[in-house]
């Protein structure tokens, strides 16, 4: 797999960023995606100055047109992929549907479903043509549990498991798989954005209540990772990611 390319979108921080990180550090040449040209350049630079290849690609994943932009300069700086992980999401602050602001929810659909549906129509053709590639999409708990407070959120996410469902049936014999990962509450600036800025009341049982007490994005990330290094040999089409339950004395 060394040399191989592999595609991160939302790449400029938390987990896209240390899923990048790992790829890199494990050979594959990493194409970085994000709307944020300067934190990108920044993981771009650390992932070089570690040995690795790079390349930041601002890129709003929302405009096909511009994803169809992307893939054609990944393809001529690093070659066909041959792992996406769609990483990039949304998540508006906690609140109750009958209280949401409809922009919002606009940009939660706009960025994790259309997002993720624009970035795998336009990479799966050529890895069916390989017969080869894995496709990963960060789900969450939201996404098989309806989750109050998180009411368009855990819509949108269920979505991209309904698509995942679909795709292993259709794909099913071709050289290329489909997995999912969900993790919980993880300490990012997402869940700052999400816990901390929304309604305190209502945090869903599921989700730590406190940053300290969130899933490492790094730990996420070895999740991800460990799929692409198994992909060869098995084909790991779930993995769910839990804060560890404290035992109470």
Same mark, same amino acid.
């Given at each position: 797999? =060394?040399?191989?390319?592999?595609?991160?979108?939302?790449?400029?921080?938390?987990?896209?960023?240390?899923?990048?990180?790992?790829?890199?550090?494990?050979? /594959?040449?990493?194409?970085?995606?994000a709307r944020g040209? !300067?934190?990108?350049?920044?993981?771009?630079?650390?992932? #070089?100055?570690?040995? *690795?290849?790079?390349?930041?690609?601002?890129?709003?994943? #929302?405009?096909?047109?511009?994803?169809?932009?992307?893939?054609?300069?990944?393809?001529?700086?690093?070659? #066909?992929?041959?792992?996406?992980?769609?990483?990039?999401?949304?998540?508006?602050?906690?609140?109750?549907?009958?209280?949401?602001?409809?922009?919002? /929810?606009?940009?939660?659909?706009?960025?994790?479903v259309w997002g #993720?549906?624009?970035?795998?129509?336009?990479?799966?053709?050529?890895?069916?043509?390989?017969?080869?590639?894995?496709?990963?999409?960060? @789900?969450?708990?939201?996404? =098989?549990?309806?989750?109050?407070?998180?009411?368009?959120?855990? *819509?949108?996410k269920h979505m991209?498991?309904?698509? =995942?469902?679909?795709?292993?049936?259709?794909?099913?014999? @071709?050289?290329?798989?489909? @997995?999912?990962?969900?993790?919980?509450?993880?300490?990012?600036?997402?869940?700052?954005?999400?816990?901390?800025?929304?309604? *305190?009341?209502?945090?869903?049982? /599921?989700?730590?209540?406190?940053?300290?007490?969130?899933?490492?994005?790094?730990?996420? !990330?070895?999740?991800?990772?460990?799929?692409?290094?198994?992909?060869?040999?098995?084909?790991? @089409?779930?993995?769910?990611?839990?804060?560890?339950?404290?035992?109470?004395?």
């Amino acid at each position: 797999m =060394v040399g191989e390319v592999a595609v991160v979108s939302g790449a400029s921080y938390g987990i896209g960023r240390h899923i990048s990180k790992q790829l890199a550090a494990k050979g /594959w040449h990493v194409a970085l995606l994000a709307r944020g040209l !300067a934190q990108l350049t920044q993981v771009q630079e650390e992932i #070089t100055q570690a040995g *690795g290849v790079a390349l930041a690609l601002q890129c709003d994943i #929302t405009d096909r047109n511009a994803v169809r932009a992307c893939k054609q300069r990944i393809e001529d700086d690093l070659g #066909t992929p041959t792992v996406l992980i769609n990483n990039a999401a949304y998540v508006a602050p906690l609140h109750k549907f009958a209280e949401g602001n409809p922009e919002e /929810w606009e940009k939660m659909i706009s960025v994790n479903v259309w997002g #993720t549906l624009n970035l795998t129509r336009e990479i799966l053709p050529s890895m069916l043509e390989k017969k080869r590639g894995k496709i990963i999409f960060m @789900s969450s708990k939201a996404g =098989v549990v309806p989750t109050p407070y998180l009411a368009v959120h855990s *819509g949108t996410k269920h979505m991209v498991e309904g698509l =995942v469902g679909a795709l292993i049936q259709e794909i099913a014999g @071709s050289g290329v798989s489909v @997995s999912l990962v969900r993790p919980g509450g993880v300490a990012t600036p997402g869940y700052t954005h999400a816990v901390e800025s929304g309604d *305190g009341g209502s945090v869903p049982d /599921w989700i730590p209540g406190n940053f300290d007490e969130c899933i490492k994005p790094e730990t996420v !990330a070895e999740a991800v990772l460990f799929i692409v290094e198994q992909m060869e040999h098995a084909d790991i @089409s779930e993995i769910n990611v839990t804060a560890n339950t404290k035992i109470k004395e």
